[in-house]
């Protein structure tokens, strides 16, 4: 029973760190939604309907 667990704990560990790098910021991410379109001075509208802070520009 006590190596299931060790092992088990084992396995979290290994699979969080591969999780954190997989993970992008990206404009409008999280609760915003994703990327809805563009705005016409290059910004990104979400769809939530609010502008992103990002500093990257679209087209």
Request: glycine share 10%.
């Given at each position: 029973m006590k190596s299931i667990m060790l092992s088990l704990i084992a396995s979290v560990f290994m699979i969080a760190p591969?999780?954190?790098?997989?993970?992008?910021?990206?404009?409008?991410s999280g609760k915003m939604?994703?990327?809805s379109h563009c705005s016409k001075d290059g910004?990104?509208?979400c769809k939530?309907?609010?502008?992103?802070?990002?500093?990257?520009?679209?087209?």
């Open positions: 591969i999780s954190q790098a997989q993970a992008k910021n990206t404009p409008c939604g994703g990327v910004k990104f509208v939530n309907g609010k502008i992103s802070q990002s500093k990257k520009t679209c087209q």
